[in-house]
């Protein structure tokens, strides 16, 4: 017994302190490429950062779960098209990174930068002064997608996941803090936390497109995977609206780091005596949306993550 624990506690020192110098080392190569992008300036930052995502891009693992991800979702695609997709899908995520340590100035200048579509459907949404949640994906920044969301919701709060590098979670929610005051991290306390906020009339922002191992079943580009349902099972309990948002990239701005949020008619989720189903056809509506806007700009989504697994 005593032996067995020695073994065990020796196993874990020693995948411990690797782990911990690995995450170490890379933190501090990121801050480095991260203050080469603040010193750079946002436009020049964003544009080295698209740079070198597309030049890590041929070489990242991550490489092939896009290229298998795209291929099944839009198998019409040709060959030519794909490689294309996947090379401006590379260069977006680096834009991301780039634009990252600018977060503050954007947000200041949030007015210029972020160009509001539809902004009648969240004014009629939230006409009666209650709560909603808003529900996106991984689309163009769509760390900027609360900027545009708190113009009509005002304080909001914002679901997110943990950085898997402990060395850089206290760095990524700092940048963060400037558009992002209330900020939730996914589980069973950020779930306690949004309800709470919820029942205090405060909104939700909320990402929807990424795989949830413990979701709900649901077609995805006519393949099986689980989604989560959370969001849409918390505006069914609180009777409030879920309204869609897609953040884009300005095809016509002064330069890539200028968007546009378009706001969508709200989903109203029924409450029959049936919440399956109630809860099956409001997230088959936000999926549906889902597919319309990956497939109009196929370039902008985050196909890296391994969404069909």
Known sequence: MIKAFLVSTRQIVLFTIPMQAIYFFQAQIAKLLLTIYKMAGLRVGSWLGGLLGKMLGKFARERHIAAHNLSMALPHLSEAEQKRILNQCWTQLGRVIGEFPHMARIAREAEDRVQIEGAVHAEEALQN?????????????????????????????????????????????????????????????????????????????????????????????????????????????????????????????????????????????????????????????????????????????????????
């Open 129 to 309: 002064g209650g709560p909603a949640i808003f529900v996106s994906g991984h689309f163009a920044n769509w760390e900027l997608m609360m900027l545009g969301i708190q113009r009509f919701a005002g304080r909001t709060g914002s679901l997110y996941r943990r950085a898997n590098n402990p060395f850089m979670e206290k760095w990524i929610i700092d940048q963060r803090s400037a558009f992002m005051p209330v900020q939730i991290p996914k589980g069973s306390d950020g779930a306690r936390v949004m309800i709470d906020l919820l029942k205090h009339d405060t909104s939700l922002g909320v990402l929807v497109d990424q795989k949830l191992g413990r979701g709900d079943p649901i077609e995805f580009f006519g393949r099986a995977t689980k989604a989560p349902s959370a969001p849409i099972k918390l505006a069914r309990r609180f009777n409030i609206p879920v309204i869609p948002t897609v953040i884009r990239r300005r095809k016509n701005g002064p330069d890539k780091v200028h968007f546009v949020q378009h706001f969508f008619p709200a989903i109203h989720v029924s409450r029959t005596e049936n919440m399956r189903l109630d809860i099956d056809n409001a997230m088959r509506q936000v999926y549906d949306l889902l597919e319309q806007w990956i497939t109009e700009r196929p370039e902008e989504w985050f196909w890296q993550h391994n969404r069909w697994k």
